[in-house]
């Protein structure tokens, strides 16, 4: 019987170690977001947070719109100089 | 025999659980290109109760592929198109009263984020979440401005995608629609290092070393619309892609008009009521 309980604790005790490594290794945050909750890092609810609709009885459209500036392409940076070739002796 | 079954049951469970463990969010690029751009705007994540619906809704209008990352703290999907990711979205909080809802987030490129964040709350903005880390992706923080707009704090670690033409479906411009444009640029101006100059109408143009990054833009006073960050999306063709948008229930917020530089665009309000814009460009056709 003595025998049964070693044995079986000792089972359970290592499968809870390796589960209890593995949860523990897989969180992407480097610390508990606060709050908690299974909002994206945490984030909380407060009123206003998805703001007013844009649509229904109230809303009035917006009537300047800026037309969008593209930023010109970035230019490669210069290619650093060549490496001297090791003269041979 | 009995040990051997308890042995294999758990080795199995312990197994299944390893298998589903979550997977990371990963680095913003693909690619590092290990420069920093402060003032750019460099991604956006769209905040939503409903992430199965907003993704197959975007997914489906600009042909994006969908990758979900469930980790411990819930639901972050990536959208990509062939180019490489575009947008994220993000699981927001729930709702008071249960209804779906979503909002976009723009994410400012900074090389000093708890300054940046500093400069939040100094200029009566709000951090809401962070700074913190996500490993492999770099440093975040999540805010709203004054009037309320939401956006985002990032140092990449892999480095902000450099200035480049933008294809379709890809993200062309970031326009903030406020109730008072001139009173937020001093606060992107702490924040972000942008400097501001006035545009048409009311309009502020967002500027750093002499780029274009932004642009914030009034909202009527008598409108149930509050202030927020709309990303503008490239695409070849504004009339299919409106069609498109309607069939996969969108609804227009804003007509669609063509501005002095050429570009058409309108805004549009998807079937949670994130606000976003279609941009069909001069060369949209040529770059298809």
């Known amino acids: 019987m003595n025998r049964f309980i070693r044995k079986t604790l000792s089972i359970v005790a290592i499968a809870a170690a390796t589960l209890g490594v593995t949860s523990c290794s897989s969180s992407p945050y480097s610390s508990p977001p606060p709050g908690g909750g299974a909002a994206y890092m945490g984030v909380g609810y407060y009123d206003g947070f998805y703001g007013g609709p844009w649509y229904g009885p109230g809303y009035r459209p917006p009537t300047v719109i800026v037309p969008p500036s593209r930023p010109p392409p970035m230019r490669p940076r210069p290619l650093p100089a060549p490496m001297p070739m090791p003269r041979g002796r | ?288």
């Not at chain 2, 708890?114 to 923080?141: F, K, S, W």
């Open chain 2, 1 to 288: 025999m009995v040990y051997r079954i308890v042995l294999f049951l758990l080795v199995v469970a312990s197994a299944s659980t390893a298998g589903a463990a979550p997977e990371r969010i990963p680095p913003l690029l693909p690619e590092p290109t290990h420069e920093r751009i402060p003032g750019k705007i460099v991604w956006a994540d769209l905040f939503t109760t409903e992430s199965n619906t907003t993704a197959r809704f975007y997914s489906s209008l600009f042909d994006w592929s969908v990758r979900t990352i469930a980790d411990a703290q819930g639901k972050y999907v990536i959208l990509s198109s062939s180019a490489g990711p575009v947008v994220g979205i993000a699981r927001g909080p729930d709702r008071k009263d249960g209804r779906p809802a979503s909002r976009w987030m723009a994410y400012f490129s900074t090389d000093g984020i708890d300054d940046a964040a500093a400069a939040v709350t100094q200029n009566g903005g709000r951090i809401l979440a962070g700074p913190g880390a996500i490993p492999e992706r770099g440093m975040h923080a999540l805010a709203a401005d004054p009037a309320g707009a939401l956006f985002g704090l990032m140092t990449s670690t892999a480095g902000d995608p450099v200035d480049a033409e933008v294809g379709e479906g890809g993200l062309l411009w970031f326009n903030l629609f406020a109730r008072d444009p001139q009173a937020l640029a001093p606060f992107y101006a702490d924040v972000a290092g942008l400097e501001s100059h006035d545009g048409r109408r009311g309009a502020v143009m967002l500027t750093r070393e002499g780029v274009d990054r932004a642009s914030i833009s009034p909202l009527g006073e008598e409108t149930s619309a509050t202030a927020t960050w709309v990303p503008f999306f490239k695409v070849a063709s504004m009339d299919r892609k409106l069609k498109l948008a309607r069939r996969l229930g969108a609804k227009l917020v804003v007509e669609p008009d063509t501005l002095e530089n050429g570009t058409r665009v309108a805004v549009l309000a998807d079937t949670t009521g994130g606000i976003f814009a279609l941009a069909e460009t001069p060369h949209s056709e040529e770059s298809r």
